[in-house]
């Protein structure tokens, strides 16, 4: 039987109003049917710019009006949800391949390889995976360029050619740019051809939510710039280019008293082959035979910190979509979801997390809403 799900968890609107999503819903806009028709509504343009702000999610936009007057001025649209887990690696890849997490397979921050028994980190891409092999769908991107519309990705230079960038943005012209400047100016010029798509990512403000959290004076202070930057790029396109911002998830502030360190839970480590995942969404792969004794136990000793389902449970639960055959065994057998503002974090495996202040990856609103700005 599977587990009741607690109410403050949200479930991902694949098909309807997710991140993967959005592309469809550009590309409609544009008079295009390349990537199917969902019910997401955006005006007609002949040219789009996606504008993806990392961390920013639609909660803490709307909290925080003083420091992003001209972004929450765009607020009024029912938010987007990002994916399961909300984490930046599973939400880029659902956003430019227009699929859920089961069928496009990054589906993680920390997942497992079948075919070695590894782990891959999909943002470092540390394991010798071949990125059009693991994620072999055709790109949303791919697909738009087939259809006549330039597409065009805008991001910091060390992405290009990355396993990530490879599997979420294969097929779009890549334009490196690692400050406002370059980033308004490329995409300027790329929004300048007709019929056109646009994407362009600013990482800086979750950089400062995971050390500083989102409850901070230098997390305030990056979303001031941030507001700055979005209206800087408004004010030099053309008016008719429509300006889309999104983000790929929010983020909750964990604290002392909301950090529990795994290692030190009696019995979470029985039958326990390998942790991944990150400290929101945590990832469990057992030893044979012993999935059923881990739920059970991780359910026990968590109690009302987290939601704890075996893999099956969370695929029926609809969590990834439809999950292809190849993509089941990267899941953890067993996922530990944080509820609250809980960190699951392990000082024997993950000591780096311990660091971190502001999180993501769990199903809580504030991790689930990304914000729908159309301008």
């Known amino acids: 039987m599977t587990p009741g799900v607690p109410g403050r968890l949200v479930a991902p609107a694949y098909g309807a109003r997710s991140l993967a999503d959005l592309l469809p819903g550009v590309a409609t806009a544009l008079g295009v049917d390349a990537l199917g028709r969902v019910d997401l509504e955006l005006p007609e343009a002949s040219a789009y710019v996606v504008v993806l702000i990392d961390g920013l999610g639609h909660d803490q936009l709307a909290q925080h ?13 029912d938010p987007l949800t990002a994916t399961v887990p909300s984490t930046t690696a599973t939400s880029l890849t659902s956003l430019g391949t227009a699929l859920p997490p089961g069928r496009h397979g990054v589906a993680g921050f920390i997942t497992r390889v079948p075919e070695t028994g590894e782990l891959l980190n999909a943002l470092f891409w540390d394991q010798p995976v071949d990125p059009l092999a693991w994620q072999p769908h055709p790109t949303a991107f791919q697909r738009l360029e087939a259809a006549g519309v330039a597409t065009t990705v805008v991001s910091k230079a060390e992405f290009a050619g990355s396993g990530l960038t490879r599997c979420a943005h294969r097929g779009a012209a890549f334009v490196g740019a690692d400050d406002v400047t370059e980033r308004v100016a490329g995409a300027v010029a790329a929004a300048a051809t007709r019929p056109s798509v646009t994407y362009v990512y600013d990482g800086d403000l979750d950089w400062h939510g995971h050390r500083a959290g989102v409850d901070s004076a230098r997390w305030r202070h990056q979303l ?34 909301t950090a529990l360190d795994l290692d030190g839970v ?32 991780w359910r026990e000793q968590l109690g ?33 979801v944080a509820h609250g503002t809980w960190a699951l974090f392990s000082s024997q495996d993950y000591g780096f997390e ?4 502001g999180l993501h990856g769990s199903l809580t609103p504030e991790e689930m809403h990304v914000p729908l700005l159309v301008t």
Do not use: K
């Open 65 to 77: 009006r003083s420091q992003a007057p001209y972004l929450h001025s765009l607020l009024g649209r």
């Open 224 to 257: 001031r710039d941030i507001d700055e930057d979005v209206q800087e790029l408004r004010d030099a396109l053309p008016d008719d280019v429509r300006v889309v911002v999104t983000a790929d998830h929010g983020m909750v502030d964990t604290t002392p008293e």
């Open 266 to 297: 009696a019995g979470l480590r029985d039958g326990v082959a390998q942790l991944g995942g990150e400290a929101r969404f945590r990832q469990v792969w057992c030893h044979p035979g012993a999935v059923g004794d881990v739920a059970a136990t």
């Open 304 to 336: 009302d910190r987290a939601t704890v389902l075996t893999r099956d449970e969370a695929i029926d639960l609809g969590w990834f979509g439809r999950a292809e055959a190849s993509v089941r065994p990267r899941l953890g057998e067993v996922l530990a």
């Open 354 to 357: 311990t660091s971190l202040v």
